[in-house]
């Protein structure tokens, strides 16, 4: 049963990282993009 226990908390901890790694590449993104905006002064408030 621990065993059991240990690999589902593997796998959840695996998925977590994965969709953590996938956000923080969006929000790089997303700043680049919102500092790119605010340089042409297309910031719109």
Same mark, same amino acid.
């Given at each position: 049963? /621990? *065993?059991?226990? &240990? *690999?589902? /908390?593997? &796998?959840?901890?695996? @998925? +977590?990282? *994965?969709? *953590? $790694?996938? /956000? $923080?590449? $969006? @929000? &790089? #993104? /997303?700043?680049? @993009? +919102? #500092? #790119?905006?605010? &340089? $042409? ?5």
């Amino acid at each position: 049963l /621990l *065993r059991e226990n &240990k *690999r589902m /908390l593997d &796998k959840s901890i695996r @998925e +977590i990282e *994965r969709e *953590r $790694q996938g /956000l $923080q590449t $969006q @929000e &790089k #993104k /997303l700043i680049a @993009e +919102i #500092k #790119k905006s605010a &340089k $042409q002064g297309q910031m719109v408030m």
